[in-house]
């Protein structure tokens, strides 16, 4: 039997119980499939001395158990002691900002269709005036002119909303 057919039948054969070893030592199933198969993978570069020798499993668990053990040590960090709490970094409002999405959604869907086009691609993805002119097909004046209207009317119905998430849309 080749070299490699005899891997691929250890492979299949222990890797469901390799797993369960992993999945005790890291307690995430991801984890576990990760610390797997870099053991395997190291199995195989060693496999015709291993196979010779006749004790690739156990020689696949020890290199489980150390790679988890140095996993375990990278991930230590010393406490630090301090006087005070440190500040958050940002204060992040998801619910805020799912309402002023929803509410952006709603207004958006009231402007007439060019408005809400041109309005779109320039200030939501982020095109030039003239691309999109091109894509819809006119010029650069009758962007600007459904731009004007439609920031205008988006002002008129979220006079609440100081950032909108439309550049250019609050002065």
Request: glycine share 6%.
């Amino acid at each position: 039997m080749p070299p490699d057919d005899d891997f691929d039948t250890f492979f299949r054969t222990r890797s469901p119980a390799l797993l369960r070893a992993a999945y005790l030592l890291t307690g995430d199933r991801h984890l576990a499939e990760d610390l797997v198969q870099e053991a395997l993978a190291r199995t195989h570069l060693a496999w015709s001395r291993l196979r010779a020798e006749g004790s690739p499993e156990a020689y696949t668990r020890r290199i489980m158990y150390n790679l988890q053990v140095s996993r375990w040590r990278r991930g230590k960090f010393a406490e630090v002691r301090t006087d005070r709490v440190p500040e958050a970094r940002y204060h992040q409002d998801e619910a805020g900002a799912a309402v002023n999405r929803l509410a952006m959604r709603r207004a958006l869907g009231t402007l007439p269709v060019r408005q809400r086009a041109a309005v779109i691609l320039r200030y939501f993805e982020d095109r030039s005036e003239a691309e999109t002119a091109e894509i819809l097909g006119c010029r650069i004046g009758t962007v600007k002119s459904h731009l004007s209207r439609g920031i205008a009317r988006l002002r008129e119905l979220l006079p609440d909303l100081s950032d909108s998430g439309v550049e250019g849309a609050s002065r």
